[in-house]
């Protein structure tokens, strides 16, 4: 998977920026997304998400994840129309999320599990609404919820 991550907090641990990779990598393997999956992710912090959510989702509050998943076919956009004799394929991009890391503290300390556990858990969250997985509807919310505790279940960040 090509991942951008961004830390706009510029003071997220190597290793935190390191496992929001790795279990990202694990997801789009689980997910059996193709090698060449883009998308970025930017940590940041509640007065950040807050401005995001209020901007985009005109909820006056900070968040934990936002994603923001690209629409592929949309019949307003022009195509991009390769020449024939070229051998490549466009990279899927899935799109992009953030996450606060104000949150990930807040809600590991208040589900009384690591950090680890919680910035796992909200990347997967994330990662999933980019794939088209939600929890508006009951059974949606059954199937979205399942994958995501089999995925870090797999992957070993169980609570």
Known sequence: MDLEIFDDTNSVPAEKIQLVKDVLEFSGK??????????????MNNEQIHEINLKYRGVDKATDVISFAIEEDDPDELPIILPDDVDFEEPKNIGDMMISMDKVKEQAEYLDHSEDRELGFLTVHGFLHLNGYDHMKAEDEKVMFKLQRDILDAYGLKR
Request: no cysteine.
């Open 30 to 43: 689980y997910l059996e997304l193709p090698e060449d999956t883009e998308m970025s992710v930017t940590l």
